[in-house]
């Protein structure tokens, strides 16, 4: 059973950190591209970050580069997200996900609330 288990969300004040990780069971997750999305309030899902499976190539959406960073252990099957320097415009449910090839799986998502 392919299982994508968020945590690490909270209520953070401006400028603060959290760090986000999604546990992964139930597939070959070192094969698998992994992909980090907020939905905000009223707003579509958009893509903050992924790390192919070597974990050697990362991409960003421009809101999160210089901020926030992805990483992998494949040896723990777990993606993490770093967030630094947190604006109220972070705000969101934020959510794991894995592609590969057809295959692409979610997580129930983790609320990141940004405010002071």
């Known amino acids: 059973q392919v299982q994508l288990v968020e945590s690490g969300g909270g209520l953070v004040q401006p400028g603060g950190s959290l760090r986000l990780s999604c546990a992964a069971s139930?597939?070959?997750?070192?094969?698998?591209?992994m992909n980090w999305y907020r939905q905000a309030p009223g707003k579509e899902r958009e893509l903050v970050a992924r790390i192919f499976s070597n974990g050697g190539t990362t991409t960003y959406a421009d809101s999160a580069k210089g901020r926030f960073i992805i990483s992998r252990d494949n040896a723990k099957n777990t993606v993490y997200l770093q967030m630094n320097s947190l604006k109220p415009e972070d705000t969101g449910v934020y959510y794991c996900?894995?592609?590969?090839?057809?295959?692409?799986?979610w997580g129930q998502g983790t609320q990141v609330t940004v405010s002071s």
């Open positions: 996900n894995a592609v590969l090839y057809a295959d692409n799986f």
């Open positions: 139930g597939f070959t997750f070192s094969s698998y591209r």
